[in-house]
């Protein structure tokens, strides 16, 4: 019998009993959500991103220019929107899609 104390569940996606915490470790791994911009580039809380094109910004009568820095993004509960910060915008999303990380 081997040193360990492990509880064995049965994995319905292998077919076998293994330990508790090795399929614990798979499924965190599995569930780890990964949120890219438009180059496919990883993002993460407080990145700094570049708009790749124009984007009329609805209900603040503005529009983004293609090249414009957007510092200290924060990730949402959505994969495909990220919360931003700029100047006279407050409350602005943008989605992925229009940004790459610099």
């Given at each position: 019998?081997?040193?360990?104390?492990?509880?064995?569940?049965?994995?319905?996606?292998?077919?076998?009993?293994?330990?508790?915490?090795?399929?614990?470790?798979?499924?965190?791994?599995?569930?780890?959500?990964?949120?890219?911009?438009?180059?496919?580039?990883?993002?993460?809380?407080?990145?700094?991103?570049?708009?790749?094109?124009?984007?009329?910004?609805?209900?603040?009568?503005?529009?983004?220019?293609?090249?414009?820095?957007i510092?200290?993004?924060r990730?949402?509960?959505?994969?495909?929107?990220?919360?931003?910060?700029?100047?006279?915008?407050?409350?602005?999303?943008?989605?992925?899609?229009?940004?790459?990380?610099?």
């Open positions: 019998m081997s040193g360990s104390d492990d509880d064995y569940v049965y994995d319905e996606a292998t077919g076998e009993w293994r330990p508790a915490s090795e399929v614990a470790a798979a499924n965190a791994v599995a569930n780890q959500r990964v949120v890219r911009d438009s180059a496919g580039t990883p993002l993460a809380d407080g990145d700094s991103v570049t708009v790749i094109k124009d984007l009329k910004v609805k209900g603040a009568g503005q529009t983004l220019k293609q090249g414009t820095v510092r200290s993004i990730l949402t509960e959505n994969d495909e929107e990220i919360d931003c910060r700029y100047e006279a915008i407050k409350g602005l999303v943008l989605r992925t899609e229009f940004v790459r990380k610099r």
